[in-house]
T-cell receptor
Framework: GEDVEQSLFLSVREGDSSVINCTYT??????LYWYKQEPGAGLQLLTY?????DMKQDQRLTVLLNKKDKHLSLRIADTQTGDSAIYFC????????????FGQGTELSVKP | DVKVTQSSRYLVKRTGEKVFLECVQD?????MFWYRQDPGLGLRLIYF???????EKGDIPEGYSVSREKKERFSLILESASTNQTSMYLC????????????FGDGTRLSIL
């Protein structure tokens, strides 16, 4: 079945890199997404990667996908206090019309 | 820019009441979704809709129903609210193409007393 797992908490110092990890069980996913949720707000799309790619870079964000291990990661370079939020990974499936399966979310805390 | 608007940010209701949560999107999206978010559980899909007047059950539909009479509006209904339905509710919309993400509203924090 479909299952997406994330660790619940991550704490880093301002200026360091953050790496948020995600594992999934269903290898038939087509796209994998990273969303950010700031306190009291909805989810904001950060980036996504197609399942036949290994890496995608977008400014301070780097997404790595290891299909063999079913492992997805989001690296945030030069982490700032404004990056403190909950980060969700999610996978979509070609034959399920845009339905997403979400992980539990990782709460990133950035300390000055 | 896509705008998904949920009618209330905070709502307090009593056990047994019928509760309506409203969601409107302004981008003519075919797909609309309702999730609930609970700490440590992530987002769980309650119901979704691919078109007007059509609905599909998600992973946790029990105790909920939905209505989609117009393309831009998707309503979530708690027929008889219970305390275990206290949660954050999130609405999303998308177009039905493979690489198109879901766009979310700001959420409704619902408390059932």
């Amino acid at each position: 079945g479909e299952d997406v797992e994330q660790s619940l908490f991550l704490s880093v110092r301002e200026g360091d890199s953050s790496v948020i990890n995600c594992t999934y069980t269903d290898s038939s996913s087509t796209y994998l997404y990273w969303y950010k949720q700031e306190p009291g707000a909805g989810l904001q799309l950060l980036t996504y990667i197609f399942s036949n790619m290994d890496m995608k870079q977008d400014q301070r964000l780097t997404v790595l996908l290891n299909k063999k291990d079913k492992h997805l990661s989001l690296r945030i370079a030069d982490t700032q206090t404004g990056d403190s939020a909950i980060y969700f990974c999610a996978e979509s499936f070609y034959n399920q019309g845009g339905k997403l399966i979400f992980g539990q979310g990782t709460e990133l805390s950035v300390k000055p | 820019d896509v705008k998904v608007t949920q009618s209330s940010r905070y709502l307090v209701k009593r056990t047994g009441e019928k509760v309506f949560l409203e969601c409107v999107q302004d981008m003519d999206h075919e797909n609309m979704f309702w999730y609930r978010q609970d700490p440590g559980l992530g987002l769980r899909l309650i119901y979704f809709s691919y078109d007007v007047k059509m609905k599909e059950k998600g992973d946790i539909p029990e105790g909920y129903s939905v209505s989609r009479e117009k393309k831009e509006r998707f309503s979530l209904i708690l027929e008889s609210a219970s305390t275990n339905q206290t949660s954050m509710y999130l609405c999303a919309s998308s177009v039905p193409r493979r690489n198109q993400p879901q766009h979310f509203g700001d959420g409704t924090r619902l408390s059932i007393l």
